[in-house]
C-alpha cells in the first residue's frame, strides 16, 4: 500500500538511532484487497450457526447465527449484559461454545488468530504512565516484548527495519504522528483509541474485532473513529466487527447488524433489522422506528440506554 506522506515526530524517533541508514519502506500489507474485490468473492469471515454461549451456568445466548462476509462493516448491537462481549470471545476462540458451530477465517475459533487483529472492551492508561504511544503501537507485533529494549540494534536488523516500517505505517494509517511520541498516558482518549487501532493493525489483520471501540469518546471522536474504521475497511479490505452500543456513529458505514437480546437474536442488513415489529419482538416492548424527512431512521423506546442518555438510533 505504502502511503508515504509529511510525518515528522515518528520518521526521527525511528530514524535516530540508524542515522544514515536507509528509510524503511512502507510495510506491504500481506493481507492487502479491495474491498469491492473481496464482496465479489463473496467468501466469509466468519460463520456463525445455531451457536449457544454460556458463563457459569448461565446460558448467556442461544440460537444465534450470522454471516459476515469478506471486507464487510458489522456492527454488534445490544443492551448492557447481554453477551456481546462474549459473542466477540467465542470469536476470538477464547471462550467455548455451548453448543452450535462458529468458523473464523474458515477455521475453528482460535486458529486464525494471528489474521486478527483484536481492540477488548474497557481501556485505559494510567495518566502517568510513561510508555509512548509508538510503543504501544509496536507491542502489536509481538505482546510480550515491552518497548525497544536495544533500539540501536534491532534498527540494524532486516526484521528490526521491517518492524519499523509497520509501526510507521500503521501510526499513518490513523493518522496519529502528532501524538505517537508522547507518553501514552498523557495523550486524550480519542488519541490513545487510534494508537490501539493502529496497535491491532499493525499485523495486517484481514479481521478486525473491536469491542466498543467508541465508548468513552465524545461525539466528534466518535464520528471521527467510525469514518476512520470505514476507511480501514475500504482501504485495506479489512473486514471489521465491531460491538457498539451508540449505533448512530456507525450507521452509514455498517453492511450488517447482529442484534442480541433477552428475546432472542437476529442478523442481516440495517434496513432489514431495525424495524419496529424486529426490535419489538427481540427486546419484548414495543419499540417504533420512525423515517425522518432526510431518510434517516429513528428508532425510540428501546429499553435499557446505554449510558442512560440515548433514546434514538439514527439509521441513513
Ligand atoms: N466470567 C464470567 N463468569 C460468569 N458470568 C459472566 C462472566 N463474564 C460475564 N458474565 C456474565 O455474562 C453476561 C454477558 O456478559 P458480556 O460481557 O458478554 O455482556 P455485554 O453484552 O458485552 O455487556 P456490556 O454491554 O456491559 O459490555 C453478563 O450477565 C455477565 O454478567
Ligand atoms: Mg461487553
Known amino acids: 500500500m505504502g502511503r508515504i506522506r509529511a510525518w515528522r515526530p515518528v520518521s526521527r524517533l525511528l530514524s535516530e538511532s540508524a542515522a544514515g541508514r536507509e528509510q524503511?519502506?512502507?510495510?506491504?500489507?500481506?493481507?492487502?484487497?479491495?474491498?469491492?474485490?473481496?464482496?465479489?468473492?463473496?467468501?466469509?469471515?466468519?460463520?456463525?450457526?445455531?451457536?449457544?454461549a454460556r458463563r457459569g451456568n448461565?446460558?448467556?445466548?442461544?440460537?444465534?447465527?450470522?454471516?459476515?462476509?469478506?471486507?464487510?462493516f458489522l456492527a454488534v448491537l445490544g443492551p448492557n449484559g447481554v453477551g456481546k462481549s462474549t459473542l466477540v470471545k467465542v470469536i476470538l476462540g477464547l471462550l467455548p461454545l455451548?453448543?452450535?458451530?462458529?468458523?473464523?477465517?474458515?477455521?475453528?475459533?482460535?486458529?486464525?488468530?494471528?489474521?486478527?487483529?483484536?481492540?477488548?472492551q474497557r481501556r485505559s492508561f494510567d495518566p502517568g504512565l510513561r510508555v509512548r504511544g509508538?510503543?504501544?503501537?509496536?507491542?502489536?507485533?509481538?505482546?510480550?516484548?515491552?518497548?525497544?529494549?536495544?533500539?540501536?540494534?534491532?534498527?540494524?536488523?532486516?526484521?528490526?527495519?521491517?518492524?519499523?516500517?509497520?509501526?510507521?505505517?500503521?501510526i499513518?494509517?490513523?493518522?496519529?504522528?502528532?501524538?505517537?511520541?508522547r507518553p501514552i498516558g498523557e495523550v486524550s482518549g480519542g488519541e490513545q483509541q487510534r494508537l490501539l487501532i493502529a496497535q491491532a493493525l499493525i499485523r495486517n489483520p484481514s479481521l478486525l474485532v473491536l469491542d466498543e471501540p467508541l465508548d468513552s469518546l465524545d461525539?466528534?471522536?466518535?464520528?471521527?473513529?467510525?469514518?476512520?474504521?470505514?476507511?480501514?475497511?475500504?482501504?485495506?479490505?479489512?473486514?471489521v466487527l465491531m460491538v457498539a452500543h451508540n449505533v448512530n456513529?456507525?450507521?452509514?458505514?455498517?453492511?450488517?447488524?447482529?442484534?442480541?437480546?433477552?428475546?432472542?437474536?437476529?442478523?442481516g442488513t440495517p434496513e432489514e433489522v431495525?424495524?419496529?415489529?424486529?426490535?419489538?419482538?427481540?427486546?419484548?416492548?414495543?419499540?417504533?422506528?420512525?423515517?425522518t424527512a432526510d431518510g434517516h431512521l429513528v428508532v425510540v423506546g428501546q429499553p435499557e440506554p446505554p449510558h442512560g442518555d440515548v433514546h434514538a438510533h439514527l439509521v441513513s
Open 274 to 291: 431495525i424495524t419496529a415489529e424486529t426490535l419489538t419482538r427481540l427486546y419484548g416492548t414495543p419499540i417504533e422506528v420512525f423515517r
Open 98 to 120: 455451548a453448543s452450535g458451530e462458529v468458523r473464523v477465517l474458515g477455521q475453528p475459533p482460535g486458529r486464525a488468530n494471528r489474521d486478527i487483529g483484536y481492540l477488548p
Open 172 to 181: 499513518q494509517l490513523v493518522d496519529a504522528e502528532e501524538f505517537a511520541t
Open 58 to 72: 448461565r446460558l448467556i445466548w442461544s440460537g444465534v447465527s450470522a454471516e459476515i462476509r469478506r471486507g464487510e
Open 24 to 52: 524503511p519502506a512502507i510495510a506491504e500489507a500481506g493481507s492487502l484487497a479491495s474491498r469491492s474485490a473481496l464482496l465479489q468473492a463473496n467468501t466469509l469471515a466468519v460463520e456463525i450457526r445455531n451457536a449457544a
Open 219 to 239: 461525539l466528534p471522536n466518535q464520528a471521527a473513529s467510525a469514518a476512520l474504521l470505514n476507511r480501514i475497511c475500504e482501504e485495506r479490505g479489512v473486514t
Open 249 to 267: 456513529p456507525i450507521l452509514s458505514y455498517l453492511d450488517r447488524v447482529i442484534y442480541l437480546a433477552r428475546g432472542g437474536s437476529v442478523s
Open 134 to 170: 509508538v510503543d504501544i503501537v509496536r507491542l502489536g507485533l509481538d505482546g510480550h516484548r515491552w518497548g525497544i529494549p536495544l533500539p540501536g540494534l534491532n534498527r540494524l536488523t532486516e526484521r528490526g527495519r521491517e518492524e519499523d516500517a509497520r509501526v510507521l505505517d500503521a
